[in-house]
């Protein structure tokens, strides 16, 4: 072809000088143009789908985490103690809002209560509502609270101690209720939970009393409320272990318990679409399920998806009938046209990169979010594991005190090393006792209690067990009975008492202290025992202030650290109050599903990631460790930078190669057009000239020896269509019918069917390892024992088998094995009996139409020794029965979301579409396999089916 071959577009007198030029434009020419824009077209095209259907994944996952986000926040919203606690407890920190106000505000989120406020000396102010009961209890309590003089604390307990309870709870007293301060009290009466909470500062004391709390049922109600526009279509609760869930809590969902059941059934999450709704499910630490559901979004991409494909398809008809049609012309050289070949080739890679481009952002930003996060886990772990280090350096502390205690001779000593505790906040109670195990010191107040006694009990055990010298410097008074329990194992307080001068985490009622108790030696003073308590709360706040001033560095920022007490709803560890509402609520999902929870905030222009576990050994706190994330925003915007100027790079380095290369590529590739469209049509005596020994010459003779390996691997494909057969012979009373659906060129599928000299009925169908001529040459090799074994005497399905299996294992290559069914069918009897080797099972239908598989377990033939006694299955045909054999390449074929066809739906399958007639029957079957799994697919696939006709009326009569 000339050089200077052109195409020639142009008005006027230049179309009609072009038209009549000696170069001009031929149809193939245009054509060619043509084929480029549209390759350059659907390039963009499938780069635009691309680039959707990336937004729309996006878009995807942004929604299910929203709405997981919103089940999670739903699930620690409506938990009775957290919102309660959230609610109320903030409520007794005002100080200046009157009762009524208190009660208005607690009453807007749902909760009736009753607020008692007194003054800084206990005198009340007001009550809401004005007819709220327990005054009298209410005035005295509000006294105790406020007093720091422990005699007047001892006579208000002698005064409401027995009636406290009522308020209460039993087992609870006045020394109890003045450590609960800023803590929300659950108590129960014939009503219901309800709930005890007080709070005192300068201005006064507050004391709230809830009756009776919301159920669960109500806080959805609050929530979720009836009627208007929400998020959540449908919502409600379940309990774990439990099959149905409730709408609201109140009202069994049918169709939320459906969706629970069936994706819950799946086993990957808990969540998806059921019922067209998106639903999301939480299993919370306190039992309960959770649920949510959605309607899912309209697809915004969807209008511009349609927008890309009109915009696209009009392109495409305007530019095929610009340069197919039109008989404009205007000369262009070669190269450009070459060019523009190139770049339309290899404008989708570029269209690839570029969505692979924001693939790899996505994918860098989750693995710099994971490397933060998993570095903020293990440091907030680290955090949690370091209080154990926190009680061991208590231990050590306490030790100058131990002299200290034992040259104590009285109260002010011991007020004096209480102070001493309480700075350096290792205790908050204190007692001293002498040798005979009475009070020299106690900083509450104490009496003849069955709780002194066993006080006592204790210390002097605990004398007796280390300092047994000191037992003689006073008389010991006493408690037999208290005696006896201190010393019994299985009461705990030998456990207590072992742990001499260290200090230990102790369950005392529903609270945890830090407990330390020491047998002292002698010193000036009388005191051979010291006791001290502190709350774990105050020994965690005081350890969490401490950690959080040893910040950790990562990657060349700081991680902070958070905590938020659960019980009362402060912030030991305050976070900026920017922040703080979002990290609350990410304290309590924590909290309530009992799993981290990770987040990404964002306010005003700057953010940071924010992981959260919640730490119930550490006093019901969660610790929440922040980390910044301008250094992460930053190294994604070098990224962009980097991949745009990479791109630059290489459309710049696109257009110099495809300048470069043009003019050589034009003819070869018409001819190589040509000689496909040979072998396109299977005329294999197509050859190219093969001129020097370039790439494309090398191509040539690789494509000319293709060609003829493709001719001998027709002959060989031809030969072995000819071995299987196409038709079975007539058996009276019965439709048989079997066919191979190769996978490739040559199969190494087995199917023969022949009458025997007795009448009867042999088949074989059979499946041999691998594909190509190996396989083929052994299926012929099959074929060619079967016809041997017919002549011989032994006609039997055993001998059948051995006789395939003798020549399998004679083959060189030992991993070439069958795997088959060797059977023989009866006319007579209606008898099939037959052998599975390694091969899937038959399915035997029965006269009703329930399917069953059929066979027994046994090595494919050529594969180990030969059996002593190969296992005979038989089945009998009566009228109406059917029996399919299917090879594996049926049953592995996999579907579109890439699980096996299996046995159960082909036995399914096979029931359903069963027929009279066999060849019908594997026509459906193989209609309804291409459905799911569309060829081609990987491996062969060998169907072959039996079917017993039904009886006819008029045979009836005749038998009769």
């Known amino acids: 072809m000339p050089e200077d071959f052109a195409l020639v577009i142009s008005p006027g007198k230049r179309y009609h000088e072009a038209m009549s030029a000696e170069h001009g434009t031929s149809r193939h020419e245009r054509t060619s143009l043509a084929i480029q824009a549209v390759i350059l077209i659907l390039s963009a095209w499938i780069g635009l789908e691309a680039w959707i259907d990336h937004r729309e994944h996006q878009a995807r996952q942004a929604f299910a985490a929203r709405a997981s986000d919103r089940v999670t926040e739903l699930a620690a919203s409506s938990n009775s103690d957290l919102y309660a606690r959230a609610t109320l407890l903030p409520l007794l920190r005002i100080a200046g809002a009157t009762a009524d106000r208190l009660r208005q505000m607690a009453g807007r989120r749902g909760i009736t209560t009753a607020f008692y406020r007194y003054d800084a000396d206990g005198r009340r102010i007001d009550i809401s509502p004005a007819n709220a009961t327990n005054l009298w209890l209410m005035d005295r309590l509000a006294r105790a609270l406020t007093t720091g003089n422990e005699r007047l604390v001892a006579e208000y307990g002698k005064q409401i101690d027995r009636k406290l309870p009522f308020l209460i709870g039993e087992g609870r007293d006045l020394v109890w209720l003045r450590n609960e301060r800023g803590r929300l009290i659950e108590v129960f009466s014939d009503k219901g939970k309800g709930y005890v909470a007080w709070n005192a500062d300068a201005k006064g004391v507050r004391i709230l009393h809830c009756l009776t709390a919301p159920t669960e049922a109500e806080f959805f109600n609050l929530l979720l409320p009836p009627g208007g526009k929400r998020d959540i279509l449908i919502a409600g609760f379940g309990r774990t272990g439990e099959d149905i869930v409730l709408q609201r809590g109140r009202l069994i969902d049918p169709l939320a318990t459906r969706a629970y059941k069936t994706i819950s059934a799946e086993g990957h999450s808990m969540s998806g679409m059921h019922g067209g709704f998106h639903w999301e499910f ?87 979010g994971t490397r933060v996060k998993a570095a903020q886990d293990e440091a907030i772990r680290n955090l949690s594991q370091g209080f154990n280090g926190h009680l061991a350096s208590a231990t050590t502390a306490m030790r100058p005190y131990i002299q200290r205690a034992a040259d104590a001779s009285g109260t002010a000593d011991g ?71 201190v010393r019994r194992d299985d009461m705990g307080f030998s456990t ?204 040539f003779q690789t494509f000319n020896e293709m060609m ?77 024992a079967t016809f041997h074994w017919s002549q011989s005497e032994k006609l039997t399905s055993s001998d059948f088998a051995d006789t395939l299996d003798t020549l399998l294992k004679r083959q060189r290559d030992a991993r070439r094995f069958m795997s088959a069914i060797c059977g023989i069918l009866d006319p007579v009897s209606h008898e099939i009996e037959f052998i599975t080797c390694g091969h899937p099972y038959p399915v035997f239908i029965d006269a009703s139409g329930k399917p069953r598989l ?107």
């Open 854 to 960: 059929v066979g027994s377990p046994m090595l494919p033939l050529g594969r180990g020794k030969k059996p002593a006694v190969r296992t005979l299955e038989k089945v009998v045909m009566s009228p109406g029965t059917r029996m399919l054999i299917a090879t594996d390449g049926f049953i592995e074929a996999l579907d579109a979301g890439q699980h096996p066809i299996g046995f159960e739906r082909l036995q399914e399958w096979a029931a359903e579409l069963s027929a009279d007639r066999a060849e019908e029957w594997i026509a459906r079957m193989m209609h309804r396999v291409d459905e799911v799994s569309p060829p081609p697919r990987l491996d062969d696939t060998t169907l072959f089916a039996i079917v017993r006709q039904p009886e006819m009326k008029e045979d009836r009569h005749e038998n009769c």
């Open 496 to 699: 207590l008492i072992s742990q001499n001068k260290r200090v230990q985490l102790v369950q005392s009622g529903s609270n945890k202290i830090l407990y330390y108790l020491a047998a002292l030696p002698r010193g000036r003073g009388e005191v051979a025992y010291m006791e001290t308590r502190l709350p774990l709360a105050t020994a965690v706040k005081t350890y969490l202030r401490r950690k959080s001033l040893q910040r950790q560095e990562f990657d060349g920022g700081w991680i902070r650290f958070f905590a938020l007490d659960m019980q009362k709803n402060t912030w030991p560890l305050p976070p900026p109050s920017s922040l703080a509402r979002g990290l609350s609520k990410l304290a309590m999902a924590s909290w309530i599903t009992g799993r981290p929870q990770t987040s990404r905030l964002s306010l005003g222009g700057k953010g940071g990631f924010a992981v959260c576990i919640a730490s119930p050994n550490l006093a019901d706190h969660c610790l929440i460790a922040y980390y910044a994330d301008d250094r992460y925003v930053d190294r994604i915007r070098r990224l962009w930078r980097d991949i745009v100027a990479t791109e630059a790079a290489f459309l710049v380095m696109l257009a110099i190669l495809a300048f470069g290369i043009a003019k050589q590529l034009l003819k070869p590739l018409q001819e190589i057009e040509g000689a496909v469209q040979a072998l396109s049509a299977r005329n294999f005596d197509k050859r190219l000239e093969v001129v020097g020994n370039d790439e494309m010459a090398r191509l």
């Open 708 to 784: 003829a390996e493709s001719r001998e691997l027709q002959v060989a494909r031809n030969v072995q269509e000819g071995l299987v057969p196409t038709k079975f012979p007539d058996m009276p009373g019965y439709s048989i019918a079997g066919k191979i659906f190769t996978a490739s060129d040559l199969s190494g599928d087995c199917l023969d069917g022949f009458r025997l000299p007795d009448g009867r009925f042999a088949f074989l169908v059979g499946d041999i390892t691998g594909h190509g001529v190996a396989a083929a040459l052994l299926m012929a090799f099959s074929r060619a």
């Open 415 to 485: 007020a004096a090393i209480l102070r001493s505790l309480r700075r350096a906040k290792l205790a908050d109670w204190l007692q001293l006792r002498d040798a005979a195990g009475q009070l020299v010191y106690s900083s509450t107040p104490t009496g003849p209690t069955d709780r002194e006694t066993l006080l006592m009990s204790m210390a002097r055990r605990a004398i007796e067990r280390y300092e047994p010298a000191r037992l003689s410097e006073k008389p010991y008074k006493g408690n037999s009975l208290t005696d006896q329990m």
């Open 282 to 368: 939480l299993e919370t630490s306190d039992g309960r399920i959770v649920y949510g559901a959605f309607e899912p979004p309209a697809s915004r991409e969807e209008f511009v998806r349609l927008a890309v494909r009109a915009l696209a398809v009009a392109l495409l008809i305007i530019s095929l009938l610009v340069l197919t049609g039109s008989n404009r012309t205007t000369r262009l050289r070669l190269r450009f046209l070459l060019v523009m070949l190139f770049l339309a080739s290899t404008s989708i890679p570029l269209f690839s990169i570029m969505v692979g481009s924001i693939d790899v952002v996505d994918r860098y930003q989750d693995v710099l």
